[in-house]
């Protein structure tokens, strides 16, 4: 029996298909490859903007063309929340881990349990954390997710431990809001010291935190040669008035001078962003000011979002709601300065030993890794895949270093 896996949206959505694909491999279930036949698909969608629903939609009815006898189980965020998609079942995000279970139950297979092949044995993501309540007024997250978990310290150290024996280089620690880890009163900066201190997993990399999450002991850490030089700290707006539509708890003030503080604790760190383009409200003055913060600022990566209205979420009948054509503008704008601002980054990096990891070799030859503050390297040189390799680029391109 064959099952066919694809994961929309984040990070999350990544881990939590792929323990579904270890515990179904595990009790005798095959997995198939792009584009073949299968018997069962497992879409693991997401809702956070129209489009990724439109892509859990499409995917859908890919999965039904592939394989038109198949069962198709959605998943996820859009399962929970969307309606009508088009599949034989349709699974909420609270009710993932039942998957298996639920499989076992109605396709019965009768081999022997295989043994899960690693997909990627470079960076593995772990998830510590599942759940907000933030209710950030765009997003639909808290409505999706509101229930709060965070995973046991221990069972995290052991996971780490044995991700480390199959040869993992790198782990990124993810949650939904990864910042409001707790778990017997041990928060985010102790569980990632007890990581530190109990495996010999080589690099640490926490995959997003908010502003108001980041703790001095938290920055602190990320000194230590094992952990990653890099914070992705979602900023969304630039603008005091934006961000208080948002319902996001800091202002640009607060943001920058968290923003001083850890470039001084740990020079040479990589700090990228998420941003909206376009929120109900944004007028030119407020875009304007937003943009001016942001290049003040400087960040060596952004993620640019259109805003995308998610009925349910107070952002949907907002007031001031900004033009379709101008959100498109002011995103262009936004990565235009984002591909500069990566490029100055990558430039001052040139000439500066890095530590980096090589993953995988491109479609141009290109063997391609990360450096320890995210930047993207890329060399035509002979090097060993999956270990540290301390390397001086001469060059950056693109916003990626050159070796
Ligand atoms: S912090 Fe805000 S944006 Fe992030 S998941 Fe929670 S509600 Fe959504």
Redesign the pocket.
């Known amino acids: 029996m064959k099952i066919w896996y694809h994961t929309l949206g984040c990070k999350v959505n990544q881990y939590e298909t792929e323990k579904l694909r270890i515990a179904l491999e595990k009790a005798g279930y095959h997995t198939a490859e792009d584009g073949a036949p299968f018997d069962i698909g497992i879409i693991n969608s997401c809702a956070v903007t129209e489009t990724a629903v439109a892509k859990t939609r499409a995917a859908v009815r890919k999965a039904r063309e592939t394989s038109p006898g198949a069962f198709i189980i959605a998943a996820g965020c859009a399962a929970g929340f969307c309606g009508g998609l088009p599949c034989d079942l349709a699974v909420p995000p609270e009710e993932k881990d039942g998957i298996p279970e639920l499989v076992k139950q109605r396709f019965p297979v009768a081999e022997g349990p295989l043994s899960p092949a690693l997909r990627e044995r470079t960076r593995a993501v772990v998830k510590i954390q599942d759940g907000?309540?933030?209710?950030?007024s765009?997003?639909?997250?808290?409505y999706l997710?509101n229930r709060f978990s965070s995973a046991d310290p221990a069972e995290v150290v052991e996971e780490v431990q044995a991700l480390c024996r199959n040869g993992f280089c790198e782990i990124v620690l993810t949650g939904?809001?990864l910042g409001s880890y707790r778990a017997g009163g041990v928060s985010l900066e102790g569980l990632t010291e007890l990581l530190l201190e109990k495996t010999d997993i080589r690099r640490i990399r926490l995959s997003s935190v908010?502003a108001w999450e980041i703790t001095p002991g938290l920055v602190g850490l990320l000194s230590d040669s094992r952990m990653a030089k890099h914070l992705h700290i979602?900023l969304?707006s630039g603008s005091a008035r934006v961000l208080k539509a948002m319902?996001?708890p800091y202002t640009p003030e607060e943001y920058e001078s968290l923003i001083q503080n850890v470039r001084k604790q740990v020079p040479g760190i990589g700090v990228t962003t998420d941003v909206i383009a376009g929120f109900p409200g944004e007028t030119e003055e407020l875009f304007e000011e937003g943009l001016r913060f942001i290049e003040k600022t400087g960040f060596s990566r952004m993620h640019i979002f259109p805003f995308s209205p998610r009925r349910g979420t107070r952002a949907w009948d907002m007031p001031g709601q900004v033009d379709r054509q101008v959100k498109k503008e002011r995103a262009a704008r936004l990565r235009g300065l984002a591909a500069e601002m990566q490029q100055r980054f990558a430039d001052l990096n040139t000439g500066v030993p890095q530590e980096a990891i090589f993953e995988n070799t491109d479609k141009n030859g290109f063997l391609r890794g990360y450096t320890s503050n995210y930047l993207e390297i890329l060399t035509k040189r002979e090097c060993p895949v999956n270990t540290p390799v301390t390397v001086t680029c001469r060059e950056a391109k693109n916003g990626a270093l050159i070796w």
């Open positions: 907000c309540s933030q209710f950030c765009y997003c639909i997250i808290p997710r939904i809001r908010e979602p969304q319902n996001r």
